[in-house]
């Protein structure tokens, strides 16, 4: 590991716009996809926009994962934030991305807190 | 407006580590941020691990912001995603940065959902 987190970018391409403006079906993607990796849910929170849209934010122990979805263009903004080996965030990304129908993911990894550029500081 | 979303990624280094581990100045420095630039909160969720670290995520009608915090490496990941002119990410950031203390913050912005690649769909 040479990074604090592990920062899935997911842009969800030609989704099926029904199921992105589907509350209840969103919520169930992220938590079903966080469970199926063995993350924890420690807290969430969905809203559903008018007239289009859900966004979604699912806390889990091990970071988060998030989404917002715009249903009038077919597309979905998904993040995966993990720290630590217990949690596969692209293992989960894949997961969204099969369940929204995404025609066209693009994906993106970025490290954060890289070990090369934060030091541990002092016991405390 | 060439994208749906703008996201705002900080990579917050060398932050005061005692701020980093304070559960209620994480949540109000997060909450003084989307509403010193206007966001509108619906929904929030604050997590304190142990030992260290704290995460947090406030959904916004504009889109979200979430740190978590590993006050062990006085590092900090922060993203701001926000949609719309309404609220202005790189303001939100500065509050951040400011309010714990980092004097090495790095700031990257992603546009989401260009618009150059995503096509609204038939009216619904």
Redesign the interface.
Known sequence: MNA??T?V?L?L?ECS?QLLDDLPFIQKTLLDAAEATGAHV??????K?NP?GV???V?I?E??L?I?T??????A?V?I?T?GDGFDPHKAANIVIEKLQSREPSVIE?K??LLA?????GA?
């Open positions: 604090l987190g920062h970018v842009e391409k716009p420690v807290g969430q929170t969905f809203h926009f289009y966004t979604g934010v806390a122990a970071s988060h998030c917002h715009w249903p009038e263009y077919a597309y903004a993040d934030f720290c970025l954060r807190g550029q934060v030091q541990r500081v405390r």
